[in-house]
């Protein structure tokens, strides 16, 4: 993974070699412990970097995150990508990529931890609100085709704050996750106008998938992506 951050970087401003040793620690240290308890003298203390140096290069843990956070926006369309591949169904992949994730943060607290900071700092807030727009623009434009990509971006702030419901909203003996990704979902596709059959027709198909096996797996090949 640090490959293709260094490579997304080198179009904007190269990283250093301490900046990749700097990075490769942060996001060591996020998925271990999550980004709200990883400090900076944690990443000083495993880099070997002194603090007054990682401040020099990433002045906070939020820049770092940014970097992780662009890594994972292009992990979820990889995710789509394959979805597609055995379906052509858009909305079907739509509804997926959202479910998945709302499966990995069900399952792992560090993950959950991750999604609900970077919706909760603005700059990486900004940067999935544009690519959340871009995305569903993509995948549900045939259904909204009077909306322009800047409707999407109205209709993202929306959305948004959905996700991020998910990651607040635990499982309980109350609400089963079947319960949560209906409910997010169901509300999802009204934000875009999704007909109540499309919507009734492609929730009936994501429950019948096995999301916690399937996150599993998203998130072991996730693993193996930052080795």
């Avoid at 996020?30 to 603090?51: A, C, H, P, Y």
Wanted: aromatic share 8%.
């Amino acid at each position: 993974m640090i490959e293709s951050i260094v490579e997304r970087s080198r179009m904007l401003a190269p990283l250093s070699e301490t900046e990749k040793t700097i990075i490769r620690s942060a996001i060591k240290l996020f998925l271990e412990n999550g980004f709200t308890e990883t400090t900076l003298k944690m990443i000083s203390d495993d880099t070997g970097i002194r603090q007054g140096t990682l401040c020099y290069h990433f002045h906070t843990k939020e820049e770092m995150l940014y970097l992780l956070i662009q890594e994972v926006m292009d992990y979820h369309l990889e995710i789509i990508e394959e979805i597609l591949g055995e379906t052509e169904d858009k909305l079907f992949a739509y509804a997926m990529e959202i479910s998945i994730q709302i499966a990995l943060c069900e399952q792992y607290d560090k993950v959950n931890d991750i999604y609900r900071s970077a919706y909760n700092h603005q700059g990486t807030l900004d940067f999935i609100r544009a690519w959340g727009a871009k995305k569903n623009h993509d995948l549900l434009g045939d259904w909204l085709p009077e909306w322009s990509l800047s409707d999407f971006v109205v209709q993202e702030n929306l959305a948004i704050g959905l996700e991020n419901s998910s990651f607040i909203m635990k499982c309980n003996d109350e609400i089963t996750l079947d319960d949560k990704v209906s409910k997010i979902l169901e509300a999802l596709m009204l934000v875009y106008r999704i007909p109540e059959d499309e919507r009734n027709k492609t929730i009936k198909r994501v429950l019948a998938t096995n999301l916690p096996d399937v996150a599993k797996k998203v998130y072991a090949r996730f693993m193996q992506r930052i080795e």
